[in-house]
């Protein structure tokens, strides 16, 4: 199997982002609001639908999950939608459905029931908005130009996830308020968004209808991006709750918050060496960071919690844009849709790590080894990656033999 390699230019991160056209500057602008909004709300929904709706925490985590699979799994509509009428046209779509997710946690104060309302409102919206803003952030770049941009994509993400639940905190004892912030924020951004100029479509860009939506696959970036969200929620998901008593609450939030700011900086100062990198490369880079992450976990300190919150977050660095980078380069559909794709492999991907690593962290936890549930994962992020690879090119290799390759 032939895995691909591209040149790019060097330069620094700085005359990268000098070179960002107003529109893409824009984008990342937005892209960085949205997330600082919905992770100023999000770590406190749980408490939320448990205070207004009386809901067990398990009905919370129902309701919530399935939340989640609105969020990742609407992208492929999304995208379709994305193709047929256009990045600006649905991002301005989206902000609308936000504006109005966000009136609905206001209203829900009254009426309980908005709220959950509001909440799947929101997560249609952000199934809309994420494949439509990244697909138009490198709507027109040369092959050379897209690792600076997906990069610079992810960073001010990132740093909208590190921030918003900073913000959030100012609000834990007036949700309200925070709330009534967050429909004005959207409502702005709604206007600003309509002044976006509306992209030129490309005459050879291929639009499939929406039951081949997932024509054009790029099917190992896919499964990777699956495997590597499958690994990373272990430590998402988990490790807050191997966190108390062995480290101060205070200290694990900076962490974690240091966790994302790490991604935003490193991506953008690695984005053109991943860019040339041979996947198998990148694959062995990026999961040895996780298996040392997980590994260092099982100190139950400080210092090794620090050391494996910096681990994972270099190998997710590597990791993450490498697997959106292939995928751009392996398939022929739109941006918008291969960032749908890989948006639904990190839903299954994510899926699955509930399904799984919580019955194996419950049994752990049983048996009293509980930083055995580390040594476990690191094994996965070990072995998992070169069997996915074996099979990928066992099946690959009748096809080529049909096809006389």
């Not at 399935?66 to 989206?94: D, H, K, M, N, W």
């Not at 959207?186 to 024509?215: C, I, Q, Y």
């Amino acid at each position: 199997m032939t895995f691909t390699r591209r040149g790019a230019p060097g330069g620094s991160v700085l005359s990268g982002v000098r070179s960002f056209t107003g529109t893409q500057r824009a984008l990342l602008g937005s892209g960085f609001l949205v997330n600082l909004i919905s992770f100023s709300v999000y770590p406190y929904l749980a408490v939320l639908l448990r205070d207004r709706m009386s809901l067990s925490m398990g009905q919370v985590g129902v309701v919530l999950g399935l939340a989640t699979f609105v969020q990742f799994a609407g992208g492929v509509p999304g995208a379709a939608l994305a193709e047929r009428i256009g990045f600006q046209r649905c991002l301005l779509i989206s902000m609308v459905l936000q504006t109005l997710g966000s009136l609905g946690f206001v209203v829900g104060g009254a009426w309980p029931a908005v709220t959950i309302a509001a909440l799947f409102l929101r997560s249609a919206a952000t199934a809309l908005y994420s494949p439509s803003v990244r697909g138009y952030t490198v709507h027109g770049a040369s092959e050379t130009e897209r690792p600076r941009l997906v990069a610079a994509s992810y960073a001010t993400g990132n740093v909208g996830v590190a921030l918003g639940p900073v913000v959030g905190s100012l609000f834990i004892h007036e949700p309200g308020g925070m709330f009534v912030a967050a429909t004005v924020l959207h409502a702005l951004m709604t206007v600003g968004h309509v002044f976006l100029p509306r992209e030129s479509r490309d005459e050879h860009e291929v639009v499939e209808p929406l039951r081949r939506a997932l024509r054009g696959l790029a099917v190992l970036p896919f499964a990777v991006t699956a495997l590597t969200l499958y690994l990373h929620m272990h430590f998402y998901q988990y490790l807050s709750s191997y966190a108390e008593d062995r480290v101060p609450t205070v200290f694990y939030g900076a962490a974690m918050m240091g966790y994302s700011l790490v991604l935003a900086v490193l991506q953008p100062l690695i984005a053109d060496r991943i860019e040339q990198m041979r996947y198998t490369r990148a694959m062995a880079l990026g999961f040895g960071g996780l298996a040392v992450g997980m590994i260092a976990f099982t100190g139950g300190n400080e210092v090794a919690f620090a050391v494996g919150i910096l681990a994972i977050g270099a190998g997710n660095s590597v990791l993450l844009l490498k697997n959106v980078l292939e995928a751009l380069a392996r398939s022929k559909r739109s941006p918008a849709v291969v960032f749908s794709h890989q948006r639904l492999a990190e839903g299954i991907g994510a899926f699955l790590s509930g399904l799984v690593g919580g019955g194996l962290y419950y049994q752990f936890e049983t048996a009293g080894q509980l930083p055995g549930f580390w040594v476990a994962v690191a094994a996965q992020c070990v072995l998992i990656p070169p069997a996915l690879l074996l099979v990928y090119r066992r099946f690959r290799r009748p096809q080529r033999e049909r096809t006389g390759s």
